[in-house]
């Protein structure tokens, strides 16, 4: 697999990594999730999950731009 030479690859953070970018405990992340509010995990094993960086990064952005949009 090649990498496009303008993006880095996309590193799998793991709970602890994502709990601390997001701002969110692991409940909240978790029903989120099952809501479909929040960018799905990839599954490494029976009980391992990561979530990729650009995925976490862009949910970020969203709420950021979310949160600057005027409400009338």
């Avoid at 997001?22 to 990839?42: D, H, M, N, Q, W």
């Amino acid at each position: 697999m090649q990498q496009n030479p303008t993006t880095p690859a996309d590193r799998l953070l793991r709970l602890p990594e994502v709990e601390s970018l997001v701002g969110l405990r692991k409940s909240a992340i978790y029903a989120r999730l099952k809501t479909g509010e929040f960018p799905p995990c990839v599954k490494l094993g029976p009980r391992a999950a990561a979530w990729p960086e650009s995925e976490i990064q862009a949910w970020i952005s969203a709420r950021i731009r979310a949160s600057r949009k005027v409400h009338p």
